[in-house]
């Protein structure tokens, strides 16, 4: 055991946030602590830690055991160069180098005793300085930074010159390196890209300490974490197992619950009943009987209402009016930044009704793409069209289209100024916005709370196309749910950039890689990608140069814009084909199961006849085509498994 959390209770003016919490986290355990938004997640680690005192309860650190902390927003704070910040991390095997250089020096200038006594020394620091570590210090320090995606000319810039996400990504940095017992991340993949997060997953599974992490993203969480600490309604439990494995048990649990509750409510609704009928009747004898009822009812130990999963946030997107069948073409699109390229020669097709998801590293220009299509970001070269009747809605990840000194009433009237006052807080309070929350301003939101108000205008908008910029960010796990089910629902088209790959593995049809660039198109979602860019050695991908259209990667034969690929065309066609095979021979087994049954019932039914009981002849020839129809029943069953799976 390396922590031990004993009943903690924290209560905010009159809300309790924990009542009486408790867990352990083992040596080498990987542990999340999951819940909704406000559930005290970051509270608890702000407990864990010190810095925030608990009501009651006691926190327990394993003897001589030491522990590293990373906040949601870093307060770093130095005149350092990025590599210097992580340097002095090492700085005792940085001094520990110093004099080994120092003592190679001064033995070139040295005999005798004195040489051997330097040598001895020399030889003993260099022993210590190997075991630890010191010949690989400078490697792993700058492969913790490229794999955080710091570029090579990141390394000098000065930690005062980077904007918060870089200094949140250093200070990780920072952490990993100084390799405590036990890692206390919160949200460590807020400002990471979807390879930095995969290198992260990659380094905490395999790292000797144990990690504790506050997060939303459910992949990551799947991929690192065997236990799930879950804070709902106050109260923790905990879960063996990794997200996937809590929310399946979680579901159970709490239907069992509801299920008792309710149960329990209807047979205290049941024996009132039955007590004011008897008291009615105001008989001496029937009211005893009653007041023995009472007695027992006061003695039930009444089970608490299980916690309601926070779906009441509603989000319906329906587009009133429906888009032509090409809804947008991009042509021979390049965008540059000085002499910085973004991409070049890109030509993208997208049809009514895909879901199509953007990905690749950070800096590769993928909002930038979404900008040059809303008209607020010029492009290079190239031509950009949008098809008949299309209407954009557009969700901009740091919600310039809010008006900060707005209130959200004002936000909305504005905008949609037909709808009536009883309108416009009906959908305020759909998302989550009651009572005064209203004519709070716009700039005393939190990032979650302004993402939620973005949301509710997209929903009021007469939009087909809807255009997102990382629409999860900030919200809860259970916000992204409700956000996944209303774009599935969605009969329009989406184009929208995301790093939350449980997000995109939900809610894509196609996903492009912005990669070199340029864009690789696959027909499919998250999961589809992952398995056919490694087999696939370079996806296809359409350029145009000097006017003439050309293919680049694996497929030579064709000359389709990406979002076409033939490839992608034929591989859908076949497995599609292959899938339809499947269901006829499923179909045609459950016939035969089906007459198969009926014939050994119709046997059955002659063997039971008197007349044909006494003719053993008879029997024995039933008897025999019983037995065969029964093999081919079996291995009937056995076929109808396979296709099943």
């Not at 080498?28 to 864990?48: Q, R, S």
């Not at 997208?350 to 690749?360: D, L, M, N, S």
Request: hydrophobic fraction near 35%; charged fraction near 30%; glycine fraction near 6%.
């Amino acid at each position: 055991m390396i922590l031990s959390c004993q009943n903690l209770s924290k209560t905010f003016v009159d809300r309790p946030i924990l009542k009486q919490a408790s867990f352990q986290l083992e040596e080498h355990e990987k542990a999340a602590i999951v819940g909704v938004n406000g559930a005290g997640k970051t509270t608890l680690l702000k407990m864990i830690i010190g810095q925030l005192p608990a009501d009651e309860g006691l926190v327990t650190f394993a003897k001589d055991k030491t522990f590293g902390y990373l906040a949601q927003q870093s307060d770093l704070s130095s005149s350092n160069t990025i590599y210097e910040e992580l340097l002095s991390v090492k700085q005792d095997l940085v001094t520990m180098e110093q004099k080994l250089r120092d003592l190679e020096e001064s033995m070139k200038h040295c005999e005798g005793a004195q040489l051997e006594e330097i040598m001895d020394r020399y030889t003993r620091m260099t022993h210590d300085f190997e075991v630890r570590g010191g010949l690989l210090y400078k490697s792993e320090l700058i492969g913790v930074l490229k794999g955080l995606s710091f570029l090579d000319e990141d390394f000098d810039k000065q930690i005062s010159t980077l904007s918060g996400g870089q200094k949140t990504r250093v200070s990780l940095a920072k952490l990993l390196l100084q390799s405590p017992d036990l890692i206390i991340l919160d949200e460590p993949t807020n400002h990471l890209d979807i390879a930095s997060i995969s290198w992260l997953e990659t380094y905490l599974r395999s790292y000797k300490g144990a990690v504790l992490i506050v997060s939303h993203d459910r992949y990551f969480l799947d991929r690192v974490v065997t236990k799930v600490i879950a804070i709902e309604n106050g109260l923790v439990r905990s879960y063996a197992g990794n997200y996937s494995d809590y929310a399946a048990k979680a579901a159970m649990l709490r239907k069992a619950a509801v299920n008792a509750y309710l149960k329990q409510q209807e047979e205290i609704h049941h024996q009132q009943q039955v007590i004011d009928k008897l008291k009615s009747f105001n008989r001496e004898k029937s009211i005893k009987r009653a007041e023995s009822r009472e007695k027992m009812l006061d003695k039930m130990e009444l089970l608490e209402k299980p916690m309601e999963i926070r779906d009441d946030m509603h989000l319906k997107l329906t587009p009133q009016i429906i888009s032509g069948n090409d809804v947008l073409s991009i042509e021979d699109l390049s965008k540059h930044f000085g002499s910085l390229t973004l991409f070049e020669h890109v030509d993208i097709e997208i049809k009514r009704g895909e879901h199509v998801a953007i990905i690749g590293d950070n800096g590769t220009g993928k909002t930038t793409l979404l900008k040059i299509i809303n008209e607020l970001e010029a492009m290079d070269s190239g031509q950009i069209r949008l098809g008949s009747k299309v209407e954009i809605g557009y969700y901009d990840q740091e919600h310039h289209v809010l008006h900060s000194e707005k209130t959200l009433f004002d936000e909305i009237s504005d905008d949609y100024p037909t709808l009536t006052n009883t309108q416009i807080r009906n959908t305020l309070a759909a998302f989550l916005f009651t009572g005064d929350d209203v004519f709070k301003k716009i700039s005393e939101l939190s990032g979650g709370e302004r993402g939620r108000v973005s949301l509710a205008k997209l929903m009021l908008s007469n939009a087909n196309f809807l255009i997102l910029d990382e629409p999860t960010n900030h919200l809860d796990i259970t916000s992204k749910e409700i956000l996944e089910q209303a774009l599935n629902d969605y009969e329009g088209t989406v184009l929208y950039v995301s790093h939350d790959r449980y997000f995109v593995n939900q809610t894509a049809t196609r996903i492009l890689d912005l990669h070199n660039k340029q864009f690789y198109s696959f027909a499919g979602n998250y999961d589809y990608y992952l398995e056919k860019k490694d087999v696939v050695e370079q996806p296809t991908v359409i350029t145009q140069q000097n006017g003439q259209t050309a293919s680049t990667g694996s497929c030579t034969d064709t000359a389709e814009p990406a979002s076409d690929s033939k490839l992608s065309w034929q591989q859908q066609k076949e497995e599609q084909a292959l899938k339809r095979k499947k269901e006829n021979q499923l179909r045609k087994c459950e016939d035969d199961i089906a007459a198969l049954e009926d014939e050994i019932a119709q046997l059955n039914e002659q063997m039971a006849d008197p007349a044909i009981a006494t003719d053993v002849a008879k029997l024995q020839e039933l008897s025999k085509k019983q037995t065969v129809l029964q093999e081919t029943l079996e291995q009937r069953y056995e076929e109808w498994e396979e296709l099943s799976e």
